[in-house]
């Protein structure tokens, strides 16, 4: 009977805290939402089983070696660390696991140290993080292969869709500003938890992943969650706006062919763009500068090998390795808590706020140009490649069955990555 009784007790089951019960149902709704519905499978499915493994009681799969050895160890090895510590051996076991997160390296080598002697190793998932989303690297190997995939003719064919794309970034400061509202509603968000939350606006995952490792890593989940959510409700969320905004004359505007765009300007243009921005705002150009190097490998048709590898085998591998890395973050005691509503809520209103103000500026712009705008493309000024744009299409095909707007809305669109990038950069320098 005791032999069972020390099975039971070392089983997964015996350990699940009600919290971990949740996140594994999370998980589940994330991996359904992914197979049955299709919303953003890629990093989806990846999330969502990065997230069961995470929540495995003993498993210890998103956890440090030390973490593991805090929290499971025997009374002797958390006396010896917190000797390292230079704590009481009674301190208790969050108390020695919060003065170890924040110790020096020195400290932190000391207590690795003990903990491997007595058999813990890094998980898995808390290795993926460290390598690739502690040093920022998945999210800009990301950026490079989507711009190795994205042609800029259309933006370059008309140069006015750059402020449809900037406009539409509105969503994000709106965000922040909302973030931070909510602290007199009992939350607490600090200026980098708020610029980390208003990034959701961008619809852009990876530049969303990217800024909040470097500004909010414990919302990592949630932020992450909400934006590839809100990027694969793009058809639900978007027409209702645009509709709301545009009189039913204004979507059936036809626009001129876009003019043929040179090889040379496609091959200068990733060039001249990194060097302008770059030099006003340095915290862009990890993404920006990725973006560029892909979009220069394959304009420039001299290195077709390294385009095929950074636009597919590449891209997909980094994709997995995301997803997982992700995934290690949706834990009970970082996700199931009131912040992550605000964040739900913010990251709607920021997707929302970016596409009116979008169409808004492209109404402005019909106004004022010689040459016909139709509003419905500035909604895609919201960097959810090419989805925005094929809902842009075919909101105006639905006023007008001969009206093809995608490649007119693919400039806005290819703007909003820029858009993005740029924003991501203010808030590094505004909040980091």
Same mark, same amino acid.
């Given at each position: ?34 197979? %049955? ?37 025997? *009374?002797? !090895? ?56 502690? &040093? ?18 259309? !933006? ?17 400061? *709106? ?42 890593? %414990? ?18 969320? $978007? ?12 979507? $059936? ?82 996700? !199931? ?17 970016? &596409? ?5 500026? *492209?109404? !402005? ?13 500035? *909604? ?21 069955? %001969?009206?093809?707007?995608?490649? %007119? ?24």
């Amino acid at each position: 009977m005791d032999k069972l009784q020390t099975l039971w007790h070392s089983t997964g089951l015996f350990h699940m805290s009600g919290g971990q019960l949740v996140m594994l149902l999370v998980c589940l709704v994330l991996l359904w939402l992914a197979i %049955h519905k299709k919303f953003e499978p890629l990093l989806l499915l990846p999330i969502g089983f990065g997230g069961l493994l995470a929540n495995i009681p003993l498993a210890g799969l998103a956890e440090s070696a030390i973490s593991q050895a805090l929290h499971f160890g025997p *009374a002797e !090895l958390l006396g010896s660390m917190a000797q390292v510590l230079g704590m009481e051996p009674g301190a208790g076991r969050e108390a020695l696991y919060t003065a170890a997160q924040s110790a020096g390296p020195s400290v932190q080598d000391q207590l690795h140290h003990l903990a491997g002697n007595a058999n813990y190793g890094d998980g898995i998932l808390y290795l993926i993080y460290t390598v690739g989303l502690t &040093t920022g690297i998945f999210p800009l190997l990301i950026f490079m292969g989507v711009g190795a995939m994205t042609d800029f003719g259309p !933006l370059l064919a008309n140069p006015r869709t750059l402020l449809l794309g900037a406009a539409a970034q509105f969503g994000i400061f *709106a965000a922040l500003m909302g973030a931070l509202a909510l602290n007199f509603l009992g939350l607490e968000f600090s200026l980098s938890d708020a610029a980390a939350i208003g990034i959701i606006g961008g619809a852009d995952g990876p530049t969303s992943i990217y800024v909040t490792t470097k500004l909010a890593p %414990h919302l990592l989940g949630a932020i992450a969650v909400a934006a590839y959510s809100y990027m694969a409700l793009v058809p639900i969320i $978007q027409p209702p706006i645009i509709r709301a905004l545009t009189s039913e004359k204004e979507r $059936q505007i036809k626009m001129e062919q876009l003019r043929p765009v040179s090889r040379v300007e496609k091959i200068l243009f990733p060039i001249l763009l990194l060097v302008l921005v770059a030099l006003v705002l340095p915290d862009a150009a990890p993404l920006l500068g990725m973006f560029c190097l892909g979009n220069l490998m394959k304009e420039s048709g001299v290195v077709n090998r390294l385009v095929d590898t950074t636009s597919n085998a590449l891209i997909n591998v980094v994709t997995i390795m995301l997803g997982l890395a992700v995934g290690s973050k949706l834990s009970a005691d970082k996700f !199931l808590v009131m912040e992550t509503l605000g964040i739900l809520a913010l990251g709607l209103a920021a997707f929302m706020i970016g &596409t009116a103000t979008g169409v808004l500026m *492209a109404k !402005l712009l019909n106004r004022v140009s010689r040459h016909p705008v139709n509003p419905i493309i500035g *909604a895609a000024g919201v960097s959810a490649v090419p989805m925005a744009a094929r809902v842009a299409n075919k909101v105006g095909l639905d006023a007008n069955p %001969h009206n093809f707007l995608l490649m %007119h809305a693919m400039g806005p669109n290819v703007a909003g990555v820029i858009g993005s990038a740029v924003a991501a950069g203010v808030l590094l320098n505004f909040a980091g």
